[in-house]
């Protein structure tokens, strides 16, 4: 018997993922590092939600339980954030008493409208069916809201 190889184990009762690409866009641009969550809508798909974030083309490949590629087939709401900080996270290595400071007095920025946030007003949906999907969406005109 081998342990620890080949990668992770299935799930039981994980359904067939299809292959999904999302291109995000925002105002028709391709909206880079965003997160991407998928909400599944259709009964039976709650412990299947998957997601991912968008690459320099606005481009993500979800993946399901943040191991296995591919999308269960069914409806899903979508959700889309993308946030800033001012100044800047510090997150390599040992922080400063005067980062730390920084840190604590840091302000976040929505760089999407809040509300593509929440599945309740994102207003976002797909359709996963069997075989390869290829979906768009467009989150609307860039935003930097503080939180």
Same mark, same amino acid.
């Given at each position: 018997?081998?342990?620890?190889?080949?990668?992770?184990?299935?799930?039981?009762?994980?359904?067939?993922?299809?292959?999904?690409?999302? !291109?995000?866009?925002?105002?028709? !641009?391709?909206?880079?590092?965003?997160?991407?969550?998928?909400?599944?809508?259709?009964?039976?798909?709650?412990?299947?939600?998957?997601?991912?974030?968008?690459?320099?083309?606005?481009?993500?490949?979800?993946?399901?339980?943040?191991?296995?590629?591919?999308?269960?087939?069914?409806?899903?709401?979508?959700?889309?954030?993308?946030?800033?900080?001012?100044?800047?996270?510090?997150?390599?290595?040992?922080?400063?008493?005067?980062?730390?400071?920084?840190?604590?007095?840091?302000?976040?920025?929505?760089?999407?409208?809040?509300?593509?946030?929440?599945?309740?007003?994102?207003?976002?949906?797909?359709?996963?069916?069997?075989?390869?999907?290829?979906?768009?969406?467009?989150?609307?005109?860039?935003?930097?809201?503080?939180?």
């Amino acid at each position: 018997m081998l342990i620890g190889c080949g990668g992770p184990v299935r799930p039981d009762g994980m359904p067939a993922l299809q292959p999904t690409t999302i !291109t995000v866009t925002q105002n028709g !641009t391709p909206l880079a590092g965003a997160t991407v969550t998928l909400h599944p809508q259709t009964g039976g798909l709650q412990p299947w939600g998957c997601g991912g974030v968008t690459d320099s083309s606005g481009n993500i490949s979800p993946t399901t339980r943040g191991n296995f590629p591919g999308v269960a087939a069914g409806k899903f709401t979508v959700t889309v954030e993308k946030t800033d900080a001012d100044p800047p996270i510090h997150v390599d290595g040992e922080m400063t008493a005067a980062q730390r400071e920084a840190d604590n007095k840091r302000k976040t920025y929505d760089l999407v409208d809040p509300k593509f946030a929440d599945p309740k007003t994102s207003g976002l949906e797909i359709e996963i069916t069997s075989g390869k999907n290829t979906k768009a969406i467009d989150v609307g005109a860039a935003v930097r809201k503080a939180r």
